[in-house]
């Protein structure tokens, strides 16, 4: 589905922050491991769209997204590191004014966005402000607005920081239930998060690539 060839990316200003990335990846729970400025974020703004190699090519389902990065647009969900979310609305108001911004036709707003609040096991929370929500309820309605145009894409990057371990099982249980014909690249630098949910694991260090594969061959490496 996603095909990095020899990525690079520096910022304005020169940092050097992705070096020669090559990688491909299908469908599943692909967990990218790094520890702090490995370039994980960097990556997951790339793959959104928001960052544009400065070499390299990155081609989902065959087309090059630095070029027609609508191709990917449609088709991707991202829940960035900072998302933002509005205190005194409730989660069904907050979902429904996300997905009039995204442009989802109208006339199904109302649905689309309770079908989301299942999917991620908010209903009993829907109709309170999202102020009051625990943290891993606040990355439930991150996720439910990643999945609201139903992507193929899903970006999560480090979801569970500040989540208690509890949270942090039904966290991954909810991506497992997610994944299906899904690719979904979850960023973060604890490796429980990962290992037993991950159908394949990428480990970046200093902008490159350490490792890709499945966590048996990361287990066999080490
Ligand atoms: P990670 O997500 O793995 O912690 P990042 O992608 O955030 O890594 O950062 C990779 C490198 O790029 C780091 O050296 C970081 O300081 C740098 N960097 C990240 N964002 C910016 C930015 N907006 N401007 C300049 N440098 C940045
Ligand atoms: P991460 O947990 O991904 O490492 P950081 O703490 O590095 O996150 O970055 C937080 C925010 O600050 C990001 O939006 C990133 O783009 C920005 N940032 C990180 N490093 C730099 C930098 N050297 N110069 C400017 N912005 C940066």
């Known amino acids: ?3 990095l060839s020899d990525v690079s990316f520096a910022y304005p200003g020169g940092r050097q922050a992705l070096a020669g990335l090559s990688l491909r990846l299908g469908a599943g729970i692909v967990g990218l491991l790094g520890p702090n400025g490995a370039g994980k974020s960097t990556l997951m703004r790339m793959l959104a769209t928001l960052n544009r190699p400065t070499q390299g090519s990155i081609l989902w389902r065959g087309r090059d997204i630095a070029r027609e990065p609508e ?11 900072e998302f933002g979310v509005y205190p005194a609305q409730t989660a069904r108001e907050f ?6 911004v995204k442009g989802l036709p109208h006339a199904s707003i109302a649905s689309r966005v309770d079908e989301c609040i299942e999917m991620v ?4 929370g829907r109709d309170r402000p999202i102020g009051s929500f625990s943290g891993g309820m606040r990355q439930r309605v991150g996720i439910a607005q990643a999945l609201l145009n139903d992507p193929a894409l899903l970006i999560v990057d480090e979801p569970t920081v500040g989540l208690d371990p509890g949270e942090r099982q039904r966290f991954r249980n909810l991506l497992t239930e997610l994944a299906g014909k899904r690719l979904i690249m979850l960023s973060t630098h604890i490796v429980s998060d990962v290992e037993a ?3 394949d694991l990428v480990v970046m260090q200093k902008g490159r690539l350490r490792f890709a594969g499945s ?4 287990l066999r490496a080490a």
Request: no cysteine; charged share 15%.
């Open 197 to 199: 949910i991950a159908t």
């Open 95 to 100: 979902l429904r004014y996300l997905a009039a």
């Open 215 to 218: 966590p048996q061959e990361l």
């Open 121 to 124: 096991g908010l209903v009993a």
């Open 1 to 3: 589905m996603l095909a």
């Open 71 to 81: 191709a990917l647009r449609h088709e991707l969900g991202y829940l960035p590191q």
